[in-house]
């Protein structure tokens, strides 16, 4: 899980240590004393300052203030219990508002100094009740800790899940969900965290990894975004070029290639990957394989798996054929086939196996295409861009971004579409895609669709977010 943690109040005893300043000041101001105890924040109603004392005295001394704070108890122990469980933690401070001379500085000193372990340091103007909610939504924070009340009401309207630190100062709004101990939080996170992991959704890729360089990101895409996805299997599906390698031979080479990622990214593939058919239901092909078997197994054993095939969808099309019953325990997310405005499909995946595409679409198994042209097609990027954002974050990263340049079947290139993302971007995020539900097409002998009426339906992606896709890919990516 990706936790978003607010420092003042929630890792800084901010309010106690500005109240024990506030105190001493105004016995030498007018010695007053407290004239409310409960006011809506500390800096306003309390003391019987002006607002130009009080606004003297903060901006003159909270630099001085930040530099006296004190963790909170076991803030520090249990942030790094979160993160050894293997929780990625993003401090986002609302620091950045003017206040501070250099608020980056002056925070990672204080981190440092109380051994507050973080992934990330994200500052933004704590005036401003959206900045935070902004920031988690683009850095797909799961949870984030909070004490403000706007701010978590704010966060909570957009989807994101709070925990409300409990202060004197939040006391008015009851909808809220407080915490108080830092104890509390983590159990409360480890058990909400159980939850999440019998909630995540079961899935197979079909890939024909070795085939160009798409399919090697889509991997990593994947095994990166396992706070969503129970990975059951991983399939390798038939390719061939005209470049005298055979099936088999492509079926090794993906096999070892998938190898290769798993490692890098610490992915524990043993009895995860399977070799596929090594050759097309179009030429009749029918042959017993550990790709279609496991995939039986696994659809057989669960109540409902995703299977999001990025190649020829000759797998499903054997494992539906042997195994009628799956297709009510599955739902297949299948890049393939182009626009249903275009003339033809003589897309890679879809023109290799013809028939098998014409079984999956009879089966009325439950379908997302999503299309090449004129859909996945918009995910062009170049490798500028690939090595602004990767370049040199880590082994895998690097091989990604050679193997876009020259992915050994089409030469160099310096802009190329990484089409297989997409499956892995729907499953992450469906908002980032718009959709149409149709009335399943027919297969014409030049492949191209005859639109149906009548027919079951599925659904056809027409649009995606370019660019919120591939901020989701690089953000995950650079982070290994």
Known sequence: MRIGIDID?????????????????????????????????????????????????????????????????????????????GHEIYIITGRNNGEYTNPNELTKEWLNKYDIVYDKLIFTNAYDKHAKTEVCLENN?????????????????????????????????????????WKEIYERISKFNKKEDNQKVNIILDTDIYNECDDQFALSYLLKSQDKFNIEAITIAPYHHDNNI????????????????????NF??????????????????NEENDAVNKIIEIANKNDKTYILAIGAITNVAIAINKEPK????????????NSFLSKNNKEFNFK?????????????????????????????????????????????????????????VHGIQERRVIWDISVIAYM???????????????????????????????????????????????????EI
């Open 268 to 285: 524990d593939w043993t009895n995860k990957v399977f070799k596929g058919s090594t050759d097309y239901v179009v030429n009749c092909y």
């Open 326 to 337: 799956i297709v009510d325990k599955i739902e297949v997310i299948w890049l393939g086939g």
């Open 9 to 85: 109040n929630c890792i800084s005893n901010f309010d106690d240590t500005l109240l024990k300043e506030y105190l001493k000041h105004d016995k030498e101001l007018r010695n007053t004393g407290i004239i409310n105890e409960s006011p809506e924040y500390l800096r306003r109603g309390m003391f019987d300052w002006t607002d130009e004392e009080e606004n003297s005295f903060y901006n003159a001394n909270i630099e001085n203030f930040a530099r006296k704070l004190k963790p909170i108890e076991d803030s520090s122990y249990y942030i790094k219990k979160l993160k050894n469980d």
């Open 352 to 408: 290799q196996d013809v028939q098998a595409v014409r079984t999956v679409f009879e089966s009325k198994v439950k379908l997302t295409i999503i299309p090449c042209k004129n859909v996945a097609s918009n995910l062009r990027t170049s490798i500028y861009e690939l090595e602004h954002f990767l370049k040199g974050k880590n082994e895998l990263c690097d091989y990604l971004c050679q193997r876009f340049y020259n992915d050994g």
């Open 246 to 265: 055979s099936i088999e031979e492509g079926t090794d080479k993906s096999y070892n290639e998938i190898i290769k990622i798993c490692n890098w990214l």
């Open 428 to 478: 992450i995020n469906k908002e980032w895609f718009e959709t149409n539900e149709v009335s399943c097409p027919n297969i014409n002998d030049d492949t191209s669709y005859e639109l149906a009426e009548n027919s079951h339906k599925i659904t056809v992606v027409n649009y995606l977010n370019v660019d919120k896709i591939y901020k989701d890919l690089f953000s995950k990516l650079g």
């Open 141 to 181: 924070i799961h949870l984030m800790i909070e004490d403000s009340t706007r701010i978590s009401l704010d966060l909570i309207h957009n989807g994101i899940k709070v925990y409300t630190m409990n202060t004197r100062y939040n006391q008015k709004e009851q909808t809220l969900d407080r915490v108080s101990k």
